[in-house]
Protein backbone atom coordinates (compact mmCIF):
# COMPACT_ATOMS: atom_id res chain seq x y z
CA UNK A 1 0.00 0.00 0.00
CA UNK A 2 2.46 2.87 1.32
CA UNK A 3 4.14 2.38 -2.70
CA UNK A 4 0.61 3.60 -4.08
CA UNK A 5 0.57 6.87 -1.41
CA UNK A 6 2.48 9.31 -4.08
CA UNK A 7 0.20 8.66 -6.91
CA UNK A 8 -2.86 8.73 -4.87
CA UNK A 9 -1.41 12.40 -3.40
CA UNK A 10 -1.15 13.55 -6.86
CA UNK A 11 -4.64 12.00 -8.04
CA UNK A 12 -5.83 13.33 -4.52
CA UNK A 13 -7.21 17.36 -6.71
CA UNK A 14 -8.33 15.22 -9.61
CA UNK A 15 -10.49 12.45 -7.51
CA UNK A 16 -11.90 16.08 -5.44
CA UNK A 17 -12.65 17.27 -8.83
CA UNK A 18 -14.55 14.03 -10.83
CA UNK A 19 -15.98 13.01 -7.41
CA UNK A 20 -14.94 9.74 -7.29
CA UNK A 21 -11.72 7.61 -7.69
CA UNK A 22 -9.47 7.91 -10.38
CA UNK A 23 -9.91 4.80 -13.11
CA UNK A 24 -5.87 4.47 -13.07
CA UNK A 25 -6.10 4.31 -8.98
CA UNK A 26 -8.88 2.01 -9.11
CA UNK A 27 -6.68 -0.24 -11.83
CA UNK A 28 -3.54 -0.12 -9.67
CA UNK A 29 -5.84 -1.36 -6.62
CA UNK A 30 -7.33 -3.93 -7.97
CA UNK A 31 -4.02 -4.89 -9.34
CA UNK A 32 -2.83 -5.24 -5.34
CA UNK A 33 -5.96 -7.74 -4.50
CA UNK A 34 -7.08 -5.05 -2.05
CA UNK A 35 -10.78 -5.58 -2.55
CA UNK A 36 -10.57 -9.47 -1.81
CA UNK A 37 -8.43 -9.17 1.63
CA UNK A 38 -11.88 -9.88 3.45
CA UNK A 39 -13.19 -12.11 0.99
CA UNK A 40 -13.25 -15.75 2.51
CA UNK A 41 -10.99 -18.26 1.04
CA UNK A 42 -13.28 -20.71 -0.54
CA UNK A 43 -14.08 -17.80 -2.87
CA UNK A 44 -10.74 -16.96 -3.68
CA UNK A 45 -10.19 -14.45 -1.42
CA UNK A 46 -7.62 -13.89 1.39
CA UNK A 47 -9.72 -14.21 4.56
CA UNK A 48 -7.39 -11.86 6.53
CA UNK A 49 -8.46 -10.39 9.06
CA UNK A 50 -9.84 -7.11 10.85
CA UNK A 51 -6.01 -6.01 11.70
CA UNK A 52 -5.08 -5.97 8.08
CA UNK A 53 -8.02 -4.46 6.82
CA UNK A 54 -7.91 -1.23 9.27
CA UNK A 55 -3.91 -0.84 8.79
CA UNK A 56 -4.62 -0.53 5.33
CA UNK A 57 -7.73 1.88 5.20
CA UNK A 58 -5.17 4.12 7.89
CA UNK A 59 -2.34 3.76 5.36
CA UNK A 60 -4.70 4.83 2.03
CA UNK A 61 -6.08 7.56 3.95
CA UNK A 62 -2.23 9.02 4.11
CA UNK A 63 -2.46 9.39 0.73
CA UNK A 64 -6.45 10.19 -0.32
CA UNK A 65 -8.48 10.52 2.64
CA UNK A 66 -11.63 9.84 -0.12
CA UNK A 67 -9.81 6.71 -1.71
CA UNK A 68 -9.51 5.35 1.94
CA UNK A 69 -12.60 5.83 2.32
CA UNK A 70 -14.48 4.30 -0.41
CA UNK A 71 -11.85 1.38 -0.51
CA UNK A 72 -12.87 0.59 3.29
CA UNK A 73 -16.10 0.16 2.47
CA UNK A 74 -15.70 -1.57 -0.76
CA UNK A 75 -13.94 -4.26 1.05
CA UNK A 76 -16.22 -4.03 3.98
CA UNK A 77 -19.32 -4.83 1.71
CA UNK A 78 -17.30 -8.13 -0.42
CA UNK A 79 -16.99 -9.13 3.36
CA UNK A 80 -20.87 -8.49 4.17
CA UNK A 81 -21.74 -10.71 0.81
CA UNK A 82 -20.27 -12.93 2.44
CA UNK A 83 -22.73 -13.62 5.08
CA UNK A 84 -25.71 -14.04 2.71
CA UNK A 85 -26.85 -17.81 1.98
CA UNK A 86 -24.97 -19.87 -0.56
CA UNK A 87 -27.95 -19.17 -3.44
CA UNK A 88 -26.64 -15.38 -3.00
CA UNK A 89 -23.04 -15.94 -2.99
CA UNK A 90 -23.19 -18.04 -6.06
CA UNK A 91 -23.99 -14.83 -8.10
CA UNK A 92 -22.23 -12.32 -6.63
CA UNK A 93 -18.55 -14.16 -6.57
CA UNK A 94 -19.77 -15.87 -9.69
CA UNK A 95 -17.31 -13.67 -11.64
CA UNK A 96 -14.38 -13.53 -8.91
CA UNK A 97 -13.51 -13.09 -5.23
CA UNK A 98 -13.59 -9.01 -5.48
CA UNK A 99 -17.64 -8.45 -6.26
CA UNK A 100 -17.78 -5.06 -5.70
CA UNK A 101 -20.96 -3.20 -3.95
CA UNK A 102 -22.27 0.04 -2.42
CA UNK A 103 -24.61 0.00 0.85
CA UNK A 104 -26.71 2.41 2.45
CA UNK A 105 -29.45 2.58 4.82
CA UNK A 106 -30.06 6.24 5.15
CA UNK A 107 -33.04 6.12 4.85
CA UNK A 108 -34.25 2.57 4.55
CA UNK A 109 -36.48 2.27 1.62
CA UNK A 110 -40.25 0.34 1.56
CA UNK A 111 -40.73 -3.27 0.50
CA UNK A 112 -43.72 -4.94 -0.51
CA UNK A 113 -44.42 -9.05 -0.49
CA UNK A 114 -44.81 -10.61 -3.71
CA UNK A 115 -44.54 -13.80 -5.31
CA UNK A 116 -41.34 -15.33 -5.61
CA UNK A 117 -39.65 -11.88 -3.54
CA UNK A 118 -39.95 -8.19 -2.83
CA UNK A 119 -40.84 -5.22 -4.74
CA UNK A 120 -39.26 -2.23 -3.14
CA UNK A 121 -38.99 1.57 -3.66
CA UNK A 122 -37.31 4.27 -1.86
CA UNK A 123 -34.32 6.75 -2.31
CA UNK A 124 -31.06 6.19 -0.25
CA UNK A 125 -28.06 8.36 0.46
CA UNK A 126 -24.36 8.04 1.42
CA UNK A 127 -23.72 5.10 -1.49
CA UNK A 128 -19.87 5.75 -0.85
CA UNK A 129 -18.28 3.75 -3.76
CA UNK A 130 -21.31 3.13 -6.30
CA UNK A 131 -19.68 4.76 -8.82
CA UNK A 132 -17.44 1.88 -9.04
CA UNK A 133 -20.04 -0.91 -7.77
CA UNK A 134 -21.73 -3.51 -9.56
CA UNK A 135 -24.20 -4.44 -7.09
CA UNK A 136 -26.32 -2.47 -4.45
CA UNK A 137 -27.28 -3.51 -1.12
CA UNK A 138 -30.17 -0.76 -0.01
CA UNK A 139 -32.19 -1.54 4.05
CA UNK A 140 -35.78 -1.52 2.84
CA UNK A 141 -38.03 -1.93 5.60
CA UNK A 142 -41.07 -4.61 5.39
CA UNK A 143 -43.75 -3.95 8.15
CA UNK A 144 -41.64 -4.31 11.27
CA UNK A 145 -38.80 -6.37 9.67
CA UNK A 146 -35.62 -5.02 8.11
CA UNK A 147 -34.53 -6.47 5.37
CA UNK A 148 -31.10 -5.69 2.97
CA UNK A 149 -31.83 -6.01 -0.29
CA UNK A 150 -29.09 -7.27 -2.75
CA UNK A 151 -29.99 -5.59 -6.58
CA UNK A 152 -27.32 -4.51 -9.28
CA UNK A 153 -26.77 -1.06 -10.03
CA UNK A 154 -27.60 -0.93 -13.17
CA UNK A 155 -31.71 -1.37 -11.93
CA UNK A 156 -31.49 1.83 -9.86
CA UNK A 157 -31.20 5.29 -11.15
CA UNK A 158 -28.00 7.12 -9.38
CA UNK A 159 -28.65 10.78 -8.56
CA UNK A 160 -25.50 12.84 -8.98
CA UNK A 161 -26.12 14.98 -5.87
CA UNK A 162 -23.00 14.42 -4.18
CA UNK A 163 -21.37 18.22 -3.79
CA UNK A 164 -19.40 18.52 0.06
CA UNK A 165 -16.95 20.09 1.84
CA UNK A 166 -14.97 17.34 2.21
CA UNK A 167 -14.61 13.58 1.22
CA UNK A 168 -15.43 14.70 -2.34
CA UNK A 169 -14.03 12.39 -3.94
CA UNK A 170 -15.92 9.53 -2.53
CA UNK A 171 -18.63 9.95 -4.91
CA UNK A 172 -21.51 9.20 -2.12
CA UNK A 173 -24.27 9.63 -4.86
CA UNK A 174 -28.10 8.82 -3.48
CA UNK A 175 -29.96 5.68 -5.25
CA UNK A 176 -33.28 5.78 -6.12
CA UNK A 177 -36.06 3.09 -7.74
CA UNK A 178 -40.43 2.98 -7.49
CA UNK A 179 -41.26 -1.09 -7.50
CA UNK A 180 -37.58 -2.69 -8.57
CA UNK A 181 -38.56 -6.26 -7.78
CA UNK A 182 -35.72 -8.32 -5.65
CA UNK A 183 -36.23 -12.09 -5.89
CA UNK A 184 -36.10 -14.08 -2.25
CA UNK A 185 -32.73 -15.27 -2.64
CA UNK A 186 -31.45 -11.33 -2.54
CA UNK A 187 -33.38 -10.22 0.20
CA UNK A 188 -32.38 -11.00 4.25
CA UNK A 189 -33.67 -10.07 7.52
CA UNK A 190 -30.86 -7.34 8.46
CA UNK A 191 -30.92 -9.00 12.12
CA UNK A 192 -29.92 -12.24 10.55
CA UNK A 193 -27.01 -10.31 8.69
CA UNK A 194 -25.87 -8.32 11.30
CA UNK A 195 -25.47 -11.72 13.69
CA UNK A 196 -22.25 -13.55 14.44
CA UNK A 197 -24.31 -16.51 13.60
CA UNK A 198 -25.34 -15.48 9.76
CA UNK A 199 -26.35 -18.06 7.17
CA UNK A 200 -22.51 -17.31 5.53
CA UNK A 201 -20.71 -18.09 8.82
CA UNK A 202 -21.94 -21.61 8.15
CA UNK A 203 -19.97 -21.81 5.18
CA UNK A 204 -17.11 -20.14 5.91
CA UNK A 205 -14.21 -20.74 8.70
CA UNK A 206 -12.79 -17.66 8.33
CA UNK A 207 -12.92 -15.68 11.57
CA UNK A 208 -14.03 -12.41 10.54
CA UNK A 209 -17.30 -13.80 8.72
CA UNK A 210 -18.02 -14.84 12.97
CA UNK A 211 -18.02 -11.56 13.90
CA UNK A 212 -21.36 -8.92 14.51
CA UNK A 213 -21.51 -6.50 11.99
CA UNK A 214 -21.51 -3.59 13.56
CA UNK A 215 -17.55 -4.02 14.38
CA UNK A 216 -16.30 -3.79 11.23
CA UNK A 217 -18.73 -0.95 10.16
CA UNK A 218 -17.44 1.61 12.91
CA UNK A 219 -14.01 0.80 11.76
CA UNK A 220 -13.26 2.77 8.33
CA UNK A 221 -13.58 6.28 9.46
CA UNK A 222 -11.64 5.95 12.39
CA UNK A 223 -9.22 4.72 10.46
CA UNK A 224 -9.27 7.12 7.99
CA UNK A 225 -9.37 10.04 10.27
CA UNK A 226 -5.58 8.43 12.08
CA UNK A 227 -4.00 8.18 8.56
CA UNK A 228 -5.33 11.62 7.64
CA UNK A 229 -3.71 13.22 10.91
CA UNK A 230 -0.69 11.29 10.53
CA UNK A 231 -0.66 12.69 6.83
CA UNK A 232 -0.50 16.25 8.16
CA UNK A 233 2.03 15.78 10.55
CA UNK A 234 4.15 14.76 7.88
CA UNK A 235 3.48 17.51 5.94
CA UNK A 236 3.80 20.47 8.59
CA UNK A 237 7.31 19.14 10.22
CA UNK A 238 8.72 19.10 6.17
CA UNK A 239 6.56 23.24 5.95
CA UNK A 240 8.11 24.19 9.45
CA UNK A 241 11.94 23.18 8.07
CA UNK A 242 11.71 25.76 5.41
CA UNK A 243 8.81 28.41 6.35
CA UNK A 244 9.67 32.55 7.95
CA UNK A 245 6.96 33.42 9.79
CA UNK A 246 6.14 36.93 9.77
CA UNK A 247 6.63 39.07 12.67
CA UNK A 248 8.93 37.12 14.34
CA UNK A 249 12.88 36.80 14.04
CA UNK A 250 13.50 33.24 13.43
CA UNK A 251 15.14 32.20 10.42
CA UNK A 252 12.49 29.45 10.13
CA UNK A 253 9.05 28.39 11.91
CA UNK A 254 10.93 25.05 13.21
CA UNK A 255 13.30 27.66 15.54
CA UNK A 256 10.69 29.04 17.32
CA UNK A 257 10.28 27.53 20.80
CA UNK A 258 5.89 28.26 20.51
CA UNK A 259 6.18 26.34 16.80
CA UNK A 260 7.81 23.84 18.57
CA UNK A 261 5.72 23.23 21.50
CA UNK A 262 2.92 23.42 18.75
CA UNK A 263 4.22 20.65 16.91
CA UNK A 264 4.79 18.18 20.09
CA UNK A 265 1.19 19.12 20.80
CA UNK A 266 0.11 18.08 18.16
CA UNK A 267 2.10 14.94 17.23
CA UNK A 268 0.91 14.07 20.73
CA UNK A 269 -2.61 14.30 19.56
CA UNK A 270 -1.39 11.88 16.97
CA UNK A 271 -0.07 9.51 19.01
CA UNK A 272 -2.71 9.10 21.16
CA UNK A 273 -5.18 8.62 18.46
CA UNK A 274 -2.98 5.52 17.18
CA UNK A 275 -3.52 3.99 20.95
CA UNK A 276 -7.07 4.60 21.19
CA UNK A 277 -7.02 3.04 17.64
CA UNK A 278 -4.84 0.56 18.83
CA UNK A 279 -7.32 -0.65 21.47
CA UNK A 280 -10.27 -0.63 19.71
CA UNK A 281 -8.76 -2.93 17.30
CA UNK A 282 -7.26 -4.75 20.30
CA UNK A 283 -10.99 -5.83 21.93
CA UNK A 284 -12.21 -6.59 19.19
CA UNK A 285 -9.65 -8.90 17.60
CA UNK A 286 -9.65 -10.82 20.90
CA UNK A 287 -12.99 -11.89 20.52
CA UNK A 288 -12.01 -14.03 17.43
CA UNK A 289 -11.76 -17.45 19.58
CA UNK A 290 -15.12 -17.32 20.69
CA UNK A 291 -17.90 -19.36 19.11
CA UNK A 292 -20.30 -17.18 18.77
CA UNK A 293 -18.81 -13.79 18.75
CA UNK A 294 -20.60 -11.51 21.07
CA UNK A 295 -19.17 -8.62 23.47
CA UNK A 296 -20.30 -7.36 26.61
CA UNK A 297 -21.92 -3.92 26.62
CA UNK A 298 -18.97 -3.25 28.65
CA UNK A 299 -16.32 -4.42 25.80
CA UNK A 300 -18.67 -2.77 23.52
CA UNK A 301 -18.66 0.67 25.27
CA UNK A 302 -15.01 0.36 25.39
CA UNK A 303 -13.92 0.35 22.03
CA UNK A 304 -16.78 2.29 20.42
CA UNK A 305 -15.25 4.79 22.70
CA UNK A 306 -11.68 4.30 21.97
CA UNK A 307 -12.59 4.63 18.43
CA UNK A 308 -14.67 7.67 19.07
CA UNK A 309 -11.50 9.49 21.08
CA UNK A 310 -9.03 8.38 18.63
CA UNK A 311 -11.46 10.26 15.75
CA UNK A 312 -11.49 13.14 18.32
CA UNK A 313 -7.78 13.27 19.01
CA UNK A 314 -7.14 12.79 15.05
CA UNK A 315 -9.20 16.17 14.37
CA UNK A 316 -7.30 17.85 16.94
CA UNK A 317 -3.79 17.08 15.53
CA UNK A 318 -5.25 18.65 12.57
CA UNK A 319 -7.15 21.52 13.49
CA UNK A 320 -3.45 22.45 15.30
CA UNK A 321 -1.84 22.21 12.40
CA UNK A 322 -3.84 23.97 10.27
CA UNK A 323 -3.84 26.94 12.91
CA UNK A 324 0.08 27.40 12.61
CA UNK A 325 0.11 26.84 8.91
CA UNK A 326 -0.29 29.90 7.53
CA UNK A 327 -2.48 31.48 4.91
CA UNK A 328 -0.91 29.51 2.05
CA UNK A 329 -1.99 26.37 2.83
CA UNK A 330 -5.69 27.21 2.63
CA UNK A 331 -5.03 27.64 -1.33
CA UNK A 332 -6.96 24.39 -2.69
CA UNK A 333 -3.91 23.08 -4.10
CA UNK A 334 -2.32 22.18 -0.75
CA UNK A 335 -2.79 19.15 0.84
CA UNK A 336 -3.28 20.09 4.00
CA UNK A 337 -6.84 21.92 3.51
CA UNK A 338 -8.00 19.07 1.82
CA UNK A 339 -7.26 17.13 4.94
CA UNK A 340 -9.00 19.50 7.49
CA UNK A 341 -12.12 19.29 5.16
CA UNK A 342 -12.35 15.66 4.87
CA UNK A 343 -11.85 15.11 8.61
CA UNK A 344 -13.91 17.60 9.62
CA UNK A 345 -16.72 15.33 7.52
CA UNK A 346 -15.43 12.14 8.93
CA UNK A 347 -16.04 13.38 12.32
CA UNK A 348 -20.27 13.67 11.00
CA UNK A 349 -20.18 9.96 10.72
CA UNK A 350 -22.39 7.61 13.01
CA UNK A 351 -18.74 6.01 14.17
CA UNK A 352 -17.26 9.40 15.08
CA UNK A 353 -20.35 11.33 16.49
CA UNK A 354 -19.09 12.29 20.22
CA UNK A 355 -22.73 12.71 21.55
CA UNK A 356 -24.11 9.61 21.33
CA UNK A 357 -21.09 7.24 21.96
CA UNK A 358 -20.24 9.36 25.22
CA UNK A 359 -24.05 8.38 26.61
CA UNK A 360 -24.21 4.66 25.40
CA UNK A 361 -20.61 3.74 26.45
CA UNK A 362 -20.86 5.75 29.93
CA UNK A 363 -23.59 3.19 30.17
CA UNK A 364 -22.54 0.27 29.11
CA UNK A 365 -19.30 1.08 31.44
CA UNK A 366 -22.02 1.63 34.42
CA UNK A 367 -23.09 -1.73 33.80
CA UNK A 368 -26.69 0.20 33.33
CA UNK A 369 -27.63 -1.67 30.02
CA UNK A 370 -27.56 0.23 26.67
CA UNK A 371 -30.88 1.82 26.07
CA UNK A 372 -30.42 1.10 21.44
CA UNK A 373 -29.76 -2.58 20.36
CA UNK A 374 -26.69 -3.68 20.46
CA UNK A 375 -26.32 -4.70 16.60
CA UNK A 376 -26.88 -0.16 16.68
CA UNK A 377 -23.98 0.49 18.62
Known amino acids: MDALLPRLRERAAEAEEIRRIPEATMAELKATGVFQMLAPKAVGGFGMGLETYVEVVR ?78 LLAVQHGDVRLQCLVPVSDLELLDIWHTAGLRGTGSNDLRTENLFVPAHRALEWNLLAAADNPGSRIHPDPSIHTPMATFLNMVAPAAALGSAEHAIDVFQELMKVRKVKQTTQARQADSPLAQARFSQAYGQVATARLHWQEAVRVVSSSYDRRPVAFTDEERARYRLSLGLSGAASAEAVRLVLTGSGGSVHRLTHPLQRIQRDVNVLLNHASLTMDPILEQAGRGLLDLGLSIPAEQF
Open 59 to 136: RLARGCVSTAWSVGHLVEHVWMLARWPQEAQDEVFAHGPAPLAAATGAPPGKAEKVPGGFTISGRWSFASGVMHSEWA
